[in-house]
């Protein structure tokens, strides 16, 4: 039997709403690394936000079959509501990132994960991805606080967050960030308007794993009411012309269990001699109408090497003609030389040993 959702009430203004269904068969020869980070609340909306990031790089041989060629995890517990510091951080494997614990889970985390760790960004760790995640997931979380909160209270947690030391004015609401942050679009229309901005209504979210490969993505838990997740995936196919097959999906999981799609892109690139030569993304689902100005910015790789990407996207990639979770999958493609070089690796061992 098929179970049909709820009928939901969709904000008049919402965006694209074109998910897509399943995750395509892998192919020969190629790497897929698959990476998620759970945003749960166990304690309730008020309690810590306990980010929990798991991640994976599979090669899938020519001759059949497929190899893991890492896996990584971390958790992370930020005190949200009071000023989203870290209070406890662990990772497998463990690394020396005490300096982390106490560090703010936003503006200044990742340069400081680099000065704990710089190994970790250097050989393009799986780890790092999914460390680099803090600051973008503990924000995009507050989805969860403002759509289970009432407005009353959530207006007053807005002013309470707006005179804690170093955080004047409205938390995360910066006009002309990026396309979907447009003066005169309908965040910030909304924010001038009611003093919050408005709460996303995103389209049910159809499964990423249908059952039709069990090595499609890594092992992941169900995600209880209120929890939010981003899930990663980039195909990397090797060759003179190597491809890349990328995919990137925000959710949130309703009271009553029904998981939306908050941001999705899908994107293809082609890559020759450690640089880009042709990158495309599609908008799938995107919060506002606004939002989706701002996929053509991907084409702008275009020439760019792939070594020091994510600092080029910090620096070049801002702006109403930007989308910052389209940056986040562009920042991404740094790790696909290195994806490339670990799996030619491991196919020139296997060959020797044989022999």
């Known amino acids: 039997m098929t179970l049909i959702p709820p009928a939901r009430t969709l904000h008049p203004r919402h965006g694209l709403h074109e998910p897509t269904c399943g995750t395509p068969a892998r192919r020969s020869g190629s790497v897929r690394r698959t990476s998620t980070v759970d945003m749960v609340r166990p304690d309730?909306?008020?309690?810590?936000?306990?980010?929990?990031?798991?991640?994976?790089?599979?090669?899938?041989?020519?001759?059949?079959?497929?190899r893991t060629l890492s896996q990584a995890s971390m958790r992370a517990v930020v005190d949200f509501v009071g000023g989203r510091f870290v209070r406890e951080l662990s990772t497998d494997p463990v690394r020396p990132l005490d300096a982390l614990i106490g560090a703010r889970a936003s503006s200044g985390f990742r340069g400081r994960l680099d000065e704990a760790d710089p190994r970790l960004a250097a050989d393009h760790d799986l780890l790092y991805l999914l460390l680099d995640e803090v600051p973008v997931t503990t924000l995009i979380s507050g989805q969860a606080v403002s759509?289970?909160?009432?407005?009353?209270?959530?207006?007053?947690?807005?002013?309470?967050?707006?005179?804690?030391?170093?955080?004047?004015?409205?938390?995360?609401f910066v006009a002309?960030?990026?396309?979907?942050?447009?003066?005169?679009?309908?965040?910030?229309?909304?924010?001038?308007?009611?003093?919050?901005?408005?709460?996303?209504?995103?389209?049910?979210?159809?499964?990423?794993d249908t059952g039709d490969d069990p090595d499609a993505w890594h092992a992941t838990d169900p995600l209880p009411p209120e929890a939010m997740r981003r899930a990663r995936r980039i195909d990397v196919v090797p060759g003179e012309h190597a491809t890349v097959d990328a995919f990137f999906r925000d959710s949130y999981v309703l009271l009553d269990g029904l998981e939306t799609v908050i941001h999705e892109y899908t994107l293809t690139a082609d890559i020759e001699g450690g640089?880009?030569?042709?990158?495309?993304?599609?908008?799938?689902?995107?919060?506002?109408?606004?939002?989706?100005?701002?996929?053509?910015?991907?084409?702008?790789?275009?020439?760019?090497?792939?070594?020091?990407?994510?600092?080029?996207?910090?620096?070049?990639?801002?702006?109403?003609?930007?989308?910052?979770?389209?940056?986040?999958?562009?920042?991404?493609?740094?790790?696909?030389?290195?994806?490339?070089?670990?799996?030619?690796?491991?196919?020139?061992?296997?060959?020797?040993?044989?022999?």
């Open 176 to 208: 002309d960030l990026c396309a979907g942050f447009a003066t005169g679009g309908t965040i910030m229309n909304g924010i001038e308007a009611t003093g919050l901005p408005p709460t996303v209504t995103g389209p049910a979210a159809p499964p990423l």
């Open 275 to 355: 640089t880009v030569t042709r990158c495309e993304a599609r908008a799938r689902v995107l919060p506002w109408m606004e939002c989706p100005a701002a996929v053509a910015s991907a084409s702008r790789l275009a020439g760019v090497p792939l070594a020091g990407l994510r600092g080029h996207v910090r620096d070049r990639f801002t702006g109403t003609s930007t989308c910052t979770h389209l940056n986040d999958m562009l920042r991404a493609l740094e790790d696909v030389p290195a994806l490339l070089d670990r799996a030619a690796t491991w196919n020139d061992d296997n060959e020797r040993r044989t022999r």
């Open 44 to 66: 309730g909306l008020q309690g810590p936000l306990v980010l929990v990031g798991r991640g994976r790089d599979l090669l899938t041989r020519a001759a059949g079959g497929s």
């Open 147 to 172: 759509a289970g909160t009432s407005e009353q209270a959530m207006k007053a947690e807005m002013a309470r967050q707006s005179t804690m030391p170093g955080r004047p004015g409205r938390p995360g």
